[in-house]
């Protein structure tokens, strides 16, 4: 039905910078908010940003002032800046969409998740 597909995680020296995207493709209608989160080894899954299909941005406060979720609604597509980068910013960041599937003549709300990228921070 809906495919999310993330790019752009890898290794990074602490201070450094790296930007994260993900394009939902598929039977999509609309897509309402979209997020990022992380899940760091031995940690439950932790919300990092997240976005309103009208802008609104929310951030955790670990990120907030370091990390910018921005989206792209004509291209389907979310982004996450993460600038001055830690090492406890080391997780599979996981994209996250509230999308409204063509599903026929319905249209049916359903959450999608990427299959998640790898960032890793680390001298």
Known sequence: QVQLVESGGGLEQPGGSLRLSCAASG?????????????????????????TRGGTTTYAYSVKGRFTISRDNAKNTVY????????????????????????????????????????????
């Open 27 to 51: 039977s999509i209608n609309s897509i309402n908010a979209m997020g990022w989160y992380r899940q760091a080894p031995g940690k439950q899954r932790e919300l990092v940003a997240i976005i």
């Open 80 to 123: 996450l800046q993460m600038n001055s980068l830690k090492p406890e910013d080391t997780a599979v960041y996981y994209c996250n969409a509230g999308v409204a599937v063509v599903a026929g003549t319905q249209i049916k709300e359903s959450e999608f998740w990427g299959q998640g990228t790898q960032v890793t921070v680390s001298s």
